[in-house]
């Protein structure tokens, strides 16, 4: 192995170590204890992400599903509602009308998975900012894994 490998290892391994360092421990315990009650009351979870998050969010809806017991779905996982939407409505409503057809309500969730968690002013994710401000008029809780600072979802989101 080269020197070169080894040091790139290396150092990818402490920039990890600093990030889950640098993770909120209690509000990661948060987020668990309202994500057992979320299930326990008979809520629904809706996974959201745009780009690799669309993976992620199929991923999480399959474990959540399977390891955790949670009714969960994925918007994305439905190419042709999602393709169909976006042509017949634009991109920012896909979401939204996603959650409106799934009649979200209070008891339910929404997940959002997100680098940079949507920016309304900049037009990032408009479709992300949507729909947490649909979950929040309909009472949804909203939970976020966000990087960078957050955006639109770390600001808004209820557990992140």
């Known amino acids: 192995m080269s020197t070169q490998v080894a040091t790139h290892a290396a150092r990818y391994l402490e920039e990890a170590g ?16 309202a994500l057992v009650r979320l299930r326990a009351g008979g809520g629904r979870l809706f996974f959201l992400g745009v780009g690799g998050s669309a993976s992620n969010a199929s991923h999480a809806t399959n474990d959540f599903r399977k390891i955790a017991g949670f009714e969960a779905y994925a918007a994305t996982d439905n190419v ?26 209070p008891n339910d969730g929404v997940f959002i ?40 979802t770390g600001q808004q989101a209820d557990h992140r």
Do not use: C
């Open 18 to 33: 600093a990030v889950l360092r640098g993770l909120d421990d209690e509000g990661l315990e948060r987020m668990a204890h």
């Open 80 to 105: 042709a509602e999602l393709t169909a939407r976006t042509n017949d409505d634009g991109w920012a409503s896909t979401f939204v009308e996603y959650l409106r057809g799934s009649r979200l309500g």
């Open 113 to 152: 998975l997100s680098v940079g968690g949507g920016d309304a002013k900049r037009n990032v994710s408009p479709n992300l900012v949507e729909a947490i401000r649909f979950a929040k008029r309909v009472g949804a809780t909203v939970f976020g894994v966000v990087g960078r600072d957050g955006g639109y």
